[in-house]
């Protein structure tokens, strides 16, 4: 019914950046709150950064002054700007989302497939 699908991984040196992408499509009648975990190798997934509705967001502390969420609700895409990437950002990037797609319906919960982000040395 809803599909998340996240774009802008890579290979980047460190003190480098990206920006990734997601866009939501489907049934989609409201989405709530978005935002983007990502999961190391050997690590449990962590919440990177989220991003509500009415534009309130909030950090992990490891990555405040670095990165920046945002989202376009009119093309139910939410972005992360990555600077000054550090090889321990190295991780697969989920995209999350809670989506209503009926008016009876509540939120329900959305991933992405995951796109790598390689931070070397």
């Known amino acids: 019914q809803v599909q998340l699908v996240e774009f802008g991984g890579g290979l980047v040196q460190a003190g480098g950046s990206l920006r990734l992408s997601c866009v939501a499509s489907?049934?989609?009648?409201?989405?709530?709150?978005m935002g983007w975990y990502r999961q190391a190798p050997g690590k449990q997934r962590e919440l990177v950064a989220v991003i509500t509705s009415g534009g309130t967001t909030t950090y992990t502390d490891s990555v405040k002054g670095r990165f920046t969420i945002s989202r376009d609700n009119a093309k139910n895409t939410v972005y992360l700007q990555m600077n000054s990437l550090r090889p321990e950002d190295t991780a697969v990037y989920y995209c999350?989302?809670?989506?209503?797609?009926?008016?009876?319906?509540?939120?329900?919960?959305?991933w992405g497939q995951g796109t790598q982000v390689t931070v070397s040395s």
């Open positions: 999350n989302a809670g989506v209503q797609t009926a008016i009876l319906s509540g939120f329900r919960d959305y």
């Open positions: 489907g049934r989609i009648l409201r989405i709530n709150a």
